[in-house]
């Protein structure tokens, strides 16, 4: 891999720090605190704030603004015009700053098109948030989450494959695609050695 790419027209503020292979489309804008990790790409008309930490290998698609104390771990994909918040209860003529809530998005989770995660909430590893889904509390690793509010439909594998396992209960599934196993027990989705 090679250093970043910027586009001509992306504004990548001096201190920011961007990993090798990373790459910044048009009309970008990551300010000069951000930390982005090796091989990411950031659509056009991205916006990552001073105070975000982005992992490795993360597809941040067009339109999306990465506000500050927002954390995506490796391998995150951020859909087309998925929003962030950082403030729970927002006032123009009320200057809260430093009551930002801090909002983590574990390794492997999908945020799809046009959803809203609001700010406090951790998305666990792997989970996949529907299109259009606002995410007001924290989402359990490999969770299928849908709606307004989000509310758990089903589960999901580290493939992105939908898996036959009960919403409660336990139970024992393969992601369809990769034959990879998958054991729910007690509320908690992992994967089988």
Request: glycine share 12%; aromatic share 6%; with cysteine.
């Amino acid at each position: 891999m090679s250093a970043a790419t910027i586009h001509p027209s992306a504004i990548v503020d001096d201190g920011a720090t961007l990993g090798t292979g990373t790459r910044v489309w048009h009309f970008a804008h990551v300010c000069a605190g951000a930390r982005i990790g090796d091989g990411c790409s950031l659509g056009q008309g991205t916006y990552v704030g001073n105070d975000v930490v982005i992992g490795h290998n993360v597809k941040i698609q067009n339109n999306v603004s990465v506000y500050d104390a927002v954390t995506l771990e490796d391998d995150v994909f951020c859909g087309p015009s998925m929003v962030f918040t950082n403030v729970f209860n927002p006032r123009a003529a009320v200057v809260r700053k430093n009551e930002y809530r801090r909002t983590l998005v574990r390794q492997g989770a999908t945020l799809g098109a046009n959803c809203t995660i609001v700010c406090g909430t951790t998305v666990g590893p792997y989970a996949f948030v529907g299109a259009g889904a606002v995410v007001s509390r924290d989402v359990p690793a490999f969770a299928l989450v849908a709606g307004v509010p989000a509310k758990q439909i089903g589960w999901m594998s580290r493939h992105g494959e939908r898996l036959a396992l009960p919403l409660a209960g336990d139970g024992e599934a393969a992601c369809p695609a990769t034959g990879e196993r998958y054991r729910l027990r007690d509320g908690q989705c992992e994967v089988l050695a």
